[in-house]
């Protein structure tokens, strides 16, 4: 009573801010203590893809990515508790994983990066809250036996979470983009931005063409029935024509290629037909934003190279710079990593340190960006991780998001799991597949908490199933494809 009484007196104030620095901690110290592990993962997903991007784009509340670091550490230190609490299981057989020696591997040229540069305090602890937080997600699903139903409840969540995403663009494009000449970049979802600027709408995009690959999946494997599936499918290409993401075209028939690669490739009229069935949708998406966004631009350029420049094809253009608003492309971000004369042997091995590429926020400028200001060269996640961590770095975070894919796609060729857990598992490879054009894209991989816990998630489900294989109350399900089964396990610790 006492403290509701006090957060009421400070919501009061009429400050959004002091409000959410009082209810924040005590919030998180509630479910802390009240909620477990696997309520904890939920309560993760839900803060990082419906509110904090909601607080920042409609309250505009600049601290909301706080929201969802500290619910990804507090999930992190409750699975500590309760591994150190709870007795060692003999009973679970875990498989030799060595996908972790890369996550170490990153681990070792981050230290690396941060002793030999010696950056400041202020940007180490900027550097520690963007990148290290969602890891816990991935050695989570290292360390614990999930149980299949908590671990369906997670890929069910990304559904409804795709599905809110439908009447909210539709708010945003009717209601705030259209006020705005070109204010499009504003669709964004619940995943974050600001209504002036815009923000993470190819994030949107990816999540939802995740997740419309795991619904495919389900439905390949008759695990959902046709009806539901359309059902989805429509909500996700509502959501790709309003959000006006131009890598969701090439994103879009790759994912649906990929889950129904069999069927496609059965013989060649199957294989003409879905050719002919991506064509109309990479077609539709094309007209749609032609005319909806780009005014019919691409009608008036005569040759293919100029709609493709127009279309986004300046973006990798390496000498792409404007000194006016700092902007650069994602060619010219490597360009100039690459050219970089000042850089000797030992930066371009183990980079300038954490956060170092950095641009500005409230640790201000990192040490190289200075130098290249008013530049801001850490438009792409891979000239984060050339600048920051250097090569070896750079060949740790790829190294590792392979060595998973390839577990991943190994335990799907294998079979051995059940029905529903070969389509997570796929779903996942294609998630991580698709994350390689993330690195030269944008820097979201290593910034953004949304696409953090989105990859990682995926990565971690790969990590559970090679590391524990198929759950014993699964085991029967794992020849054939039956209905989702619908007992509830508990969580068991892993050996």
């Not at 991943?408 to 054009?437: D, N």
Request: with cysteine; proline share 3%.
């Amino acid at each position: 009573m006492v403290v509701a009484l006090l957060v009421g007196a400070v919501a009061g104030l009429d400050s959004p801010i002091l409000l959410t620095l009082l209810a924040g901690p005590m919030l998180a110290l509630l479910l802390f203590f009240t909620v477990n592990a696997q309520g904890m993962l939920l309560s993760l997903f839900a803060v990082t893809f419906l509110v904090q991007g909601s607080l920042l784009y409609f309250l505009n509340l600049r601290q909301a990515t706080w929201v969802a670091v500290g619910m990804a550490l507090l999930f992190i230190m409750r699975i500590v508790m309760d591994q150190m609490v709870r007795r060692r299981q003999k009973d679970v057989h875990t498989q030799p994983v060595t996908i972790m020696y890369w996550v170490m591997a990153l681990a070792g040229c981050y230290c690396l990066a941060l002793v030999l540069n010696r950056p400041a305090v202020g940007q180490v602890a900027a550097s520690l809250k963007s990148f290290w937080p969602m890891f816990g997600v991935l050695i989570a699903f290292y360390w614990v036996r999930w149980t299949p139903a908590r671990l369906r409840q997670l890929w069910q969540l990304m559904i409804v979470i795709t599905l809110i995403q439908v009447p909210v663009t539709l708010y945003q494009h009717l209601f705030i983009a259209s006020r705005k000449v070109g204010g499009f970049d504003s669709v964004v979802g619940t995943f974050g931005g600001t209504q002036l600027g815009g923000g993470l709408s190819a994030v949107m995009a990816f999540f939802v063409v995740v997740t419309l690959a795991f619904v495919l999946a389900l439905w390949n494997r008759t695990l959902m029935s046709t009806r539901r599936m359309l059902f989805v499918v429509v909500a996700t290409l509502i959501v790709i024509l309003l959000g006006e993401v131009k890598a969701s075209v090439i994103w879009l028939p790759i994912a649906v290629f990929f889950i129904l690669r069999k069927r496609a490739l059965r013989n060649i009229r199957t294989l003409i037909a879905y050719g002919c069935a991506a064509a109309v949708m990479c077609s539709a998406i094309y007209v749609t934003y032609n005319q909806l966004y780009w005014a019919g631009n691409m009608d008036r350029l005569d040759t293919i190279g100029e709609k493709l420049d127009s279309a986004g094809g300046y973006f990798f253009d390496p000498d792409n710079l404007n000194y006016v608003t700092g902007e650069v492309s994602r060619g010219a971000s490597l360009a100039l990593w690459v050219s970089d004369r000042a850089t000797g042997p030992m930066h371009r091995l183990l980079g300038y340190g954490p956060n170092a590429s950095k641009s500005g926020g409230l640790m201000g400028a990192g040490a190289v960006s200075k130098r290249f200001a008013p530049l801001h060269i850490d438009a792409t996640a891979l000239a984060v991780l050339l600048w920051d961590y250097g090569i070896a770095g750079a060949l740790a975070y790829i190294g590792l998001i392979a060595a998973t894919m390839r577990a991943g796609w190994r335990f799907v060729k294998a079979g051995q799991g059940s029905a529903t857990q070969l389509a997570a598992a796929e779903t996942s490879v294609l998630a991580l597949g698709l994350s390689f054009s993330l690195l030269i894209y944008n820097r979201s991989l290593v910034d953004e908490p949304t696409m953090q816990l989105l990859i990682l998630f995926c990565a971690g489900y790969i990590v559970q199933c090679a590391r524990f294989g198929a759950h014993p109350a699964e085991a029967a399900d794992a020849a054939v494809s039956v209905a989702l089964p619908k007992s509830r396990l508990v969580l068991r610790p892993a050996s």
